[in-house]
């Protein structure tokens, strides 16, 4: 498994929490400008309003304006082209989840549910880098091999605290001190993974713990995602429905 492989893993895990996934599951309403920063240092800009369970973003893709709802208490998702003044829907059946509907992370709630081939068993818990956290003992079938890791979720945050991996992969996060951004209280985080024969690679996260979630990301290379000009308070209710005008129209067919 490679370090990108690695990386995708611990991301289905749950453990990794991005800024543009994260802020789907804030208990605590707000909006922000999201700002994505490539290593050449080419920007791309974005919006995002979290009300109560429901979400809008606000982006421009190929020179085009977008504008993506997700209205989980309704069970439904738009799309809106506003140049156009079209969009397109989306209602999830009862028995389907909402896309981004991710949990709160928590050292309890089972990481391995859901992903295929993977399961876990709470082992206990244990102390890493001082911190309490609760060991969860992962199992792991492919191609006809069982293959058995570790993992270590902080009790506090529900973060993930280390991984250990059955080829010698391991990550750890640790936490290196408390900081403000932007007038806001967070938590500087480093996530240190590691392959043998590989260079470790790290990456800086900082955490709102009034937001639940990470609100800016420095990764390898110089790639930075993070929100900005951050405003808590109850969001209106038209800026998570369709306006008035707009046409409707069917989303693309895949090819058979």
């Given at each position: 498994?490679?370090?990108?492989?690695?990386?995708?893993?611990?991301?289905?895990?749950?453990?990794?929490?991005?800024?543009?996934?994260?802020?789907?599951?804030?208990?605590?309403?707000?909006?922000?400008?999201?700002?994505?920063?490539?290593?050449?240092?080419?920007?791309?800009?974005?919006?995002?309003?979290?009300?109560?369970?429901?979400?809008?973003?606000?982006?421009?893709?190929?020179?085009?304006?977008?504008?993506?709802?997700?209205?989980?208490?309704?069970?439904?998702?738009?799309?809106?082209?506003?140049?156009?003044?079209?969009?397109?829907?989306?209602?999830?059946?009862?028995?389907?989840?909402?896309?981004?509907?991710?949990?709160?992370?928590?050292?309890e709630r089972?990481?391995?549910?859901?992903?295929?081939?993977?399961?876990?068993?709470?082992?206990?818990?244990?102390?890493?880098?001082?911190?309490?956290?609760?060991?969860?003992?992962?199992?792991?079938?492919?191609?006809?091999?069982?293959?058995?890791?570790?993992?270590?979720?902080?009790?506090?945050?529900?973060?993930?605290?280390?991984?250990?991996?059955?080829?010698?992969?391991?990550?750890?996060?640790?936490?290196?001190?408390?900081?403000?951004?932007?007038?806001?209280?967070?938590?500087?985080?480093?996530?240190?993974?590691?392959?043998?024969?590989?260079?470790?690679?790290?990456?800086?996260?900082?955490?709102?713990?009034?937001?639940?979630?990470?609100?800016?990301?420095?990764?390898?290379?110089?790639?930075?995602?993070?929100?900005?000009?951050?405003?808590?308070?109850?969001?209106?209710?038209?800026?998570?429905?369709?306006?008035?005008g707009y046409?409707?129209?069917?989303?693309?067919?895949?090819?058979?």
């Amino acid at each position: 498994m490679s370090m990108h492989s690695l990386l995708r893993l611990l991301v289905a895990l749950g453990g990794l929490v991005s800024v543009t996934v994260a802020a789907q599951v804030s208990p605590v309403q707000f909006s922000a400008d999201m700002v994505n920063r490539a290593p050449d240092g080419q920007l791309s800009t974005g919006r995002l309003f979290v009300g109560d369970e429901r979400t809008r973003v606000e982006k421009t893709a190929q020179g085009r304006e977008l504008v993506h709802i997700v209205d989980r208490q309704r069970r439904a998702e738009w799309m809106l082209f506003p140049a156009e003044q079209t969009y397109m829907e989306r209602l999830a059946p009862p028995e389907a989840p909402m896309p981004q509907a991710l949990p709160a992370p928590s050292a309890e709630r089972n990481p391995c549910a859901g992903i295929p081939d993977l399961s876990c068993r709470r082992a206990g818990e244990e102390s890493v880098a001082g911190r309490a956290a609760v060991k969860w003992e992962m199992t792991m079938r492919r191609d006809g091999q069982t293959l058995s890791g570790a993992q270590w979720l902080d009790v506090e945050r529900g973060l993930p605290l280390k991984y250990a991996m059955p080829d010698g992969q391991r990550m750890e996060l640790r936490l290196v001190g408390n900081e403000r951004l932007e007038g806001r209280a967070v938590e500087k985080w480093e996530m240190t993974a590691s392959a043998p024969g590989q260079q470790a690679v790290s990456t800086f996260q900082w955490y709102d713990p009034e937001l639940k979630l990470l609100v800016r990301e420095e990764f390898p290379g110089g790639a930075v995602r993070e929100l900005t000009n951050i405003r808590v308070g109850a969001q209106p209710d038209e800026l998570f429905s369709v306006p008035a005008g707009y046409r409707r129209v069917e989303m693309p067919q895949p090819p058979r």
